[in-house]
């Protein structure tokens, strides 16, 4: 399986078979591209599940509501051959947006109360929501990571303290050795009688 027919995207999205989805999760495995990809469609996602908490329930709409078909955002996600995490973040904005706006814009008598004030109000919800989002998502794979860098570090001390001690006892086994040696060495040198005596 190569990169251009491994289709994280749909991956993340939950929409391959599950044949599909061993094969991504084997390719994912072995190639670093791949595998980095994920990670930043996994962030985007936990981003946006973490919007969905706040009690909005159009946003629930993104992943199953027959009115974004043809789910012009799957067509965004999906274009270009590697959507890079900037552009999949304003994709999220993009869709909390459409979410924002269609139960305001709908209504003629809230759309005449002044259509660009309430965009705007929308613009910084959405700003402060998406910031405060990935601060989350970003903060929770730092302690993933910290966490990850103490449990290595923990566990080279422990391997470099056995091998302190596996050296230990190779030098206290040489020493022993050499003691030996010498003590037979003084047994032999004072039990011969010396040449010419
Ligand atoms: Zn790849």
Redesign the pocket.
């Known amino acids: 399986m190569?990169?251009s027919t491994?289709d994280v995207k749909a991956y993340v999205l939950g929409e391959l078979a599950a044949s599909e989805k061993a094969a991504v999760e084997g390719?994912v495995r072995a190639?670093q591209?791949?595998s980095e990809e994920l990670e930043r469609l996994n962030l985007t996602q936990a981003a946006l599940l973490s919007l969905e908490d706040e009690e909005v329930p159009q946003r629930i709409a993104f992943v199953s509501d027959k009115v974004f078909e043809p789910r012009w955002w799957q067509t965004m996600w999906r274009s270009g051959p590697a959507m890079g995490f900037a552009s999949a973040l304003m994709l999220a904005a993009a869709i909390l947006v459409h979410a924002y706006s269609r139960p305001v814009v709908q209504p003629a008598a809230v759309a005449t109360v002044g259509t660009a004030k309430i965009e705007q109000r929308i613009e910084r919800e959405v700003t402060v929501r998406v910031d405060a989002a990935v601060a989350k998502a970003v903060g929770q794979a730092e302690a993933r990571q910290t966490q990850q860098v103490a449990q290595i570090l923990e566990a080279a001390e422990k391997k470099i303290e056995s091998q302190r001690r596996s050296d230990m006892a190779v030098v206290q086994q040489a020493a022993r050795y050499y003691e030996q040696q010498t003590a037979r060495l003084m047994v032999a040198v004072n039990n011969d009688p010396r040449p010419g005596q």
Request: include cysteine.
């Open positions: 190569s990169c491994v390719h190639c591209n791949c």
